[in-house]
């Protein structure tokens, strides 16, 4: 390098714009946007050519045409007349569908697992480490084909239920486990508003009683906070709490007349009930399974993270160890649980993805797969599947950013 | 009187009691299980339920391992053999070996080129994960890339030594023309690799006969080699592209920063399999019309991509790691922005970052089980094709997972644990 320099004064020459601190960065992002933009049209020239020798265009136009194809686990309305929009629009909610169900059940997994991975059990710790390494060192297309191939080559077939010399029996006479899929009863209102198609109006009412315990029961509870710092003295919550959650819920459901359709053998397959497919079942778990391990990991990881003598603190303080973990250890091991935890719900909803190797039919499988093949338009497919992912991936990440900085440390 | 003081004193003990032993409760065995397995009543009935655990999955795969039959040709032929006893057809695994490896189309005579390039894969990584080894070896691994592209491709050997020239060419232009300034030793060494290949290009096909292996098109690789190669192959290109976005994510340059951003987010934001659709359907309308680019290659340019963001993301958090003073430390020494890079930040980044980096690498190991979707055929596209539809192995699906599982978890779990060594390693803060 140059040790020194002359006063430049005002002139200008060539060399300042590499030498000169005061242009370099300009020039290096000037050289840095021209050479992306060259690359650009270099790969829009040689896409263009392409395109014009195969005799194809970009058009999203194919959207609206008949998808004619079926798709055997739907949430809405669906049949093979549907367009190839309402085709992803299906495959939208069964991405949707299984990455919440998966989310749920793999932080049951993972918390227990990290929880018991840490107890005083020499057998229970060893054997949640044991599950956790085996999870994790095996890639979870794997585990989704292990799974799959328990559901269609172990389960019985709906014939080995029939008959008086039946090999298989239902559980409790109300879930069939076969190899086409598994029935549960559905629930369904015999006195619900709107008649036939209205039973969505009837889950909303639900949902809205639900959430309006939720938030009597917040009331409740911060007017249990307030009376015992004004007085000392904490009132008794816990019957009224389990009074708002159950009697509105229970009243609701019997005026609407809750009832359970049971499946049942009819002639070669179960009728009735909601069946849930083997390939929803075969991602569901194995999702879970798999990432549940890694979630054990980062709760371990969140749990050791709080030093002792926090717990010590407390326990000094005179709280009992149900309240020093709820109050002292918990709030802390959430703030180091919570990030990892965000990405490994981010995995979760990438690895759906890999339902199209089992035949669900997600958004990768209807407008990535059969979409794809059939109408040829792979460009626009592809981009339409990622712009999905990338605004569910953004969603998340801002959904759990927020939580997260409610859960932060608070620094004054 | 002297009688009657000797009887005053009652009893006066001499020697010490010698000490009695523990309770039989409080040591040895009985202890470790009162503690560890029956410490209260909800810990003795945990350990109940997991000891039926392990009962329940011994019993269901011990007799069907040891009872196994591993020389059959079908599996009704195994099934005979069984005859009617529980146990494992691996027989698959001993008939179908070389195709579970290597795929089902690699030339059979050829096989000792990849299984002499996977043996060499050891030696090459040695000198890179053991520190301790002779730096000398690092010039094997350095050469390693050519001499395995030339044993698993074949071909004449003037091209894989050209790529090597250029490598070659490239370094001592650079280090002629560093001197001056990094960023000419930089550009300098590139323009003069690319003159060299472009010449290797230029006279390669008249000589594509000197000392020729037999070529093998990567359309025809498969199996675990596959999973391998895809793996090794990734993560060493990702690693160099992760550094740079890494430091471009941190540029102050805003340009450069967002263009670094967006590929990352961008990267981050879609599932792998997306990325393996674009290289299967897409990428190649994005070539040169005419240029046929094979499948393999614009895998290993998607998955490249993908994991090198995931790197990025663990190099910028071992760059936010260091102190804000390393970085005016450099400053203050008068050291530009490529010297600071090199001698201080890196090196340090990049030491923190080892334990993020190795489980990216273990991670996309295992996600090359992926390409089996785009109907690539590795080793679980091999079992869930060819092997599975065969009439012979029709329904051996325990066996055959089963392999996969324990190929995979072998590597993945020694990276694992080797991680977990370096990280104790290197921890140079005192504890």
Same mark, same amino acid.
């Given at each position: 390098m140059s040790t020194t320099t002359d006063p430049q004064g005002g002139t200008f020459r060539l060399s300042m714009l590499l030498n000169d601190t005061r242009y370099r960065s300009m020039t290096l992002q000037a050289i840095a946007a021209i050479v992306l933009a060259l690359a650009l049209l270099y790969l829009y020239s040689n896409l263009a050519a392409n395109l014009r020798a195969a005799g194809l265009n970009i058009s999203f136009?194919? *959207?609206?045409?008949?998808?004619g194809y079926d798709i055997n686990q739907t949430l809405i309305d669906y049949n093979s007349q549907s367009t190839n929009l309402r085709a992803a629009v299906v495959g939208v909610l069964n991405t949707l569908l299984v990455a919440f169900l998966a989310c749920v059940t793999a932080t049951v997994f993972g918390v227990l697992a990290g929880v018991l991975r840490l107890s005083n059990n020499w057998l229970v710790s060893k054997l949640m480490a044991f599950y956790v390494e085996i999870f994790r060192n095996i890639p979870v297309l794997i585990w989704i084909v292990i799974i799959f191939t328990i559901m269609i080559a172990v389960l019985p077939g709906?014939?080995?239920?029939?008959? =008086?010399?039946?090999?298989s029996s239902m559980l409790f006479d109300l879930f069939a486990f076969t190899n086409r899929g598994v029935y549960v009863p559905g629930p369904y209102f /015999?006195?619900?508003?709107? $008649?036939? !198609?209205?039973s969505i109006i009837n889950w909303l009412l639900v949902i809205v009683v639900l959430v309006g315990s939720l938030f009597a029961t917040r009331a409740v509870t911060a007017r249990a906070n307030n009376i015992q710092a004004a007085t000392g003295v904490r009132p008794k919550t816990l019957w009224t709490n389990l009074a708002i959650w159950f009697v509105p819920i229970i009243a609701l459901l019997f005026i609407l007349g809750l009832s359970w359709d049971v499946p049942a053998l009819k002639g070669f397959n179960f009728a009735g009930g909601i069946k849930v497919g083997g390939p929803l079942i075969a991602l569901w778990f194995a999702l879970s399974i798999y990432t549940g391990a890694f979630i054990a990991e980062n709760v371990r990881a969140g749990i050791q993270a709080v030093s002792k003598g926090q717990t010590e603190a407390a326990s000094a303080l005179g709280l009992r160890p149900n309240r020093v973990m709820s109050l002292v250890v918990l709030p802390q091991a959430l703030r180091v649980i919570i990030p990892p935890l965000i990405s490994q719900y981010l995995n979760i909803t990438k690895n759906s993805s890999l339902a199209i190797a089992v035949g669900y039919a997600d958004i990768t499988a209807t407008l990535g797969g059969i979409t794809l093949n059939q109408t040829g338009r792979a460009i626009e497919c592809v981009l339409l599947l990622m712009l999905f992912y990338l605004v569910i991936s953004l969603l998340i990440s801002a959904f759990m950013n927020v939580y997260n900085n409610s859960m932060k440390l608070k620094e004054r | 009187m002297s009688d009657a003081h000797a009887h005053s004193v009652a009893f006066v003990r001499e020697t010490s009691l010698p000490p009695a032993p523990p309770p039989v409760a409080e040591t040895g065995i009985v202890k470790w299980l009162r503690e560890n397995?029956?410490?209260?009543w909800a810990n003795g009935l945990l350990t109940v339920a997991s000891l039926y655990v392990i009962y329940l999955i011994l019993s269901a795969t011990m007799p069907w391992f040891f009872n $196994?039959?591993?020389?059959?040709?079908?599996l009704a032929e195994c099934r005979e053999i069984l =005859?009617?006893? /529980?146990? $494992?057809?691996f027989a698959v695994l001993t008939e179908r070996w070389n195709q579970l490896l290597f795929?089902? /189309?690699?030339?059979n005579e050829l096989y000792w080129r990849p299984s002499l390039a996977f043996v060499m894969l050891f030696a090459a990584l040695a000198p890179v994960l053991f520190?301790? *080894?002779?730096?000398?070896l690092l010039i094997f691994t350095g050469l390693y890339p050519f001499i395995a592209y030339w044993l698993i491709?074949?071909?004449?050997i003037l091209v894989p030594l050209f790529a090597l020239v250029g490598f070659i060419v490239g370094y001592v232009v650079y280090v002629r023309l560093e001197k001056t300034s990094f960023a000419a030793g930089f550009f300098g060494g590139v323009g003069a690799a690319l003159v060299t290949w472009a010449i290797g290009g230029y006279i390669t096909p008249f000589l594509? !006969?000197?000392?020729? *292996?037999e070529a093998v098109p990567s359309r025809n690789m498969g199996g675990y080699m596959l999973n391998m190669m895809l793996g090794v192959t990734c993560v060493s290109l990702s690693l160099p592209i992760g550094i740079a976005l890494a430091l471009g994510r941190q540029s102050s340059m805003p340009l450069i920063k967002w263009i670094c951003v967006i590929f990352i987010e961008f990267v981050r934001g879609v599932p792998l399999i997306t990325l393996l659709f674009v290289a299967n359907?897409? *990428?190649?309308?994005?070539?040169?019309?005419? /240029?046929?680019?094979d499948l393999f290659l614009r895998v290993v340019i998607m998955i490249t991509l993908f994991s090198s963001a995931y790197i990025a993301e663990v190099i910028r958090g071992g760059l936010a790691a260091l102190p804000k003073g390393q970085y005016e430390a450099a400053d203050s020494l008068g050291l530009d922005y490529p010297q600071a890079m090199r001698l201080i930040i890196l090196p340090q980044a990049l030491k923190i970052s080892i334990p993020g980096i190795v489980n990216i690498a273990v991670g996309l190991f295992k996600d090359t089980t992926l390409v089996s979707v785009i109907s690539m055929f590795d080793i679980l596209g091999m079992i869930r094709g060819p092997i599975l539809a065969s009439t012979d192995w029709n329904g051996v699906y325990w066996e055959l997972l089963g392999f996969a599982c324990v190929v995979f978890f072998v590597v993945c779990y020694s990276i694992s644990q080797y991680s977990q060594w370096l990280e104790r390693r290197l921890a140079t803060d005192h504890r």
């Amino acid at each position: 390098m140059s040790t020194t320099t002359d006063p430049q004064g005002g002139t200008f020459r060539l060399s300042m714009l590499l030498n000169d601190t005061r242009y370099r960065s300009m020039t290096l992002q000037a050289i840095a946007a021209i050479v992306l933009a060259l690359a650009l049209l270099y790969l829009y020239s040689n896409l263009a050519a392409n395109l014009r020798a195969a005799g194809l265009n970009i058009s999203f136009a194919f *959207l609206g045409s008949p998808a004619g194809y079926d798709i055997n686990q739907t949430l809405i309305d669906y049949n093979s007349q549907s367009t190839n929009l309402r085709a992803a629009v299906v495959g939208v909610l069964n991405t949707l569908l299984v990455a919440f169900l998966a989310c749920v059940t793999a932080t049951v997994f993972g918390v227990l697992a990290g929880v018991l991975r840490l107890s005083n059990n020499w057998l229970v710790s060893k054997l949640m480490a044991f599950y956790v390494e085996i999870f994790r060192n095996i890639p979870v297309l794997i585990w989704i084909v292990i799974i799959f191939t328990i559901m269609i080559a172990v389960l019985p077939g709906p014939r080995a239920f029939r008959g =008086d010399d039946a090999t298989s029996s239902m559980l409790f006479d109300l879930f069939a486990f076969t190899n086409r899929g598994v029935y549960v009863p559905g629930p369904y209102f /015999t006195r619900g508003i709107g $008649g036939e !198609g209205g039973s969505i109006i009837n889950w909303l009412l639900v949902i809205v009683v639900l959430v309006g315990s939720l938030f009597a029961t917040r009331a409740v509870t911060a007017r249990a906070n307030n009376i015992q710092a004004a007085t000392g003295v904490r009132p008794k919550t816990l019957w009224t709490n389990l009074a708002i959650w159950f009697v509105p819920i229970i009243a609701l459901l019997f005026i609407l007349g809750l009832s359970w359709d049971v499946p049942a053998l009819k002639g070669f397959n179960f009728a009735g009930g909601i069946k849930v497919g083997g390939p929803l079942i075969a991602l569901w778990f194995a999702l879970s399974i798999y990432t549940g391990a890694f979630i054990a990991e980062n709760v371990r990881a969140g749990i050791q993270a709080v030093s002792k003598g926090q717990t010590e603190a407390a326990s000094a303080l005179g709280l009992r160890p149900n309240r020093v973990m709820s109050l002292v250890v918990l709030p802390q091991a959430l703030r180091v649980i919570i990030p990892p935890l965000i990405s490994q719900y981010l995995n979760i909803t990438k690895n759906s993805s890999l339902a199209i190797a089992v035949g669900y039919a997600d958004i990768t499988a209807t407008l990535g797969g059969i979409t794809l093949n059939q109408t040829g338009r792979a460009i626009e497919c592809v981009l339409l599947l990622m712009l999905f992912y990338l605004v569910i991936s953004l969603l998340i990440s801002a959904f759990m950013n927020v939580y997260n900085n409610s859960m932060k440390l608070k620094e004054r | 009187m002297s009688d009657a003081h000797a009887h005053s004193v009652a009893f006066v003990r001499e020697t010490s009691l010698p000490p009695a032993p523990p309770p039989v409760a409080e040591t040895g065995i009985v202890k470790w299980l009162r503690e560890n397995l029956f410490a209260t009543w909800a810990n003795g009935l945990l350990t109940v339920a997991s000891l039926y655990v392990i009962y329940l999955i011994l019993s269901a795969t011990m007799p069907w391992f040891f009872n $196994g039959v591993w020389i059959a040709s079908s599996l009704a032929e195994c099934r005979e053999i069984l =005859d009617g006893t /529980t146990g $494992g057809c691996f027989a698959v695994l001993t008939e179908r070996w070389n195709q579970l490896l290597f795929g089902f /189309t690699y030339p059979n005579e050829l096989y000792w080129r990849p299984s002499l390039a996977f043996v060499m894969l050891f030696a090459a990584l040695a000198p890179v994960l053991f520190f301790d *080894l002779p730096r000398k070896l690092l010039i094997f691994t350095g050469l390693y890339p050519f001499i395995a592209y030339w044993l698993i491709w074949g071909g004449s050997i003037l091209v894989p030594l050209f790529a090597l020239v250029g490598f070659i060419v490239g370094y001592v232009v650079y280090v002629r023309l560093e001197k001056t300034s990094f960023a000419a030793g930089f550009f300098g060494g590139v323009g003069a690799a690319l003159v060299t290949w472009a010449i290797g290009g230029y006279i390669t096909p008249f000589l594509s !006969g000197v000392l020729a *292996l037999e070529a093998v098109p990567s359309r025809n690789m498969g199996g675990y080699m596959l999973n391998m190669m895809l793996g090794v192959t990734c993560v060493s290109l990702s690693l160099p592209i992760g550094i740079a976005l890494a430091l471009g994510r941190q540029s102050s340059m805003p340009l450069i920063k967002w263009i670094c951003v967006i590929f990352i987010e961008f990267v981050r934001g879609v599932p792998l399999i997306t990325l393996l659709f674009v290289a299967n359907v897409m *990428l190649a309308y994005f070539f040169p019309p005419g /240029t046929g680019v094979d499948l393999f290659l614009r895998v290993v340019i998607m998955i490249t991509l993908f994991s090198s963001a995931y790197i990025a993301e663990v190099i910028r958090g071992g760059l936010a790691a260091l102190p804000k003073g390393q970085y005016e430390a450099a400053d203050s020494l008068g050291l530009d922005y490529p010297q600071a890079m090199r001698l201080i930040i890196l090196p340090q980044a990049l030491k923190i970052s080892i334990p993020g980096i190795v489980n990216i690498a273990v991670g996309l190991f295992k996600d090359t089980t992926l390409v089996s979707v785009i109907s690539m055929f590795d080793i679980l596209g091999m079992i869930r094709g060819p092997i599975l539809a065969s009439t012979d192995w029709n329904g051996v699906y325990w066996e055959l997972l089963g392999f996969a599982c324990v190929v995979f978890f072998v590597v993945c779990y020694s990276i694992s644990q080797y991680s977990q060594w370096l990280e104790r390693r290197l921890a140079t803060d005192h504890r």
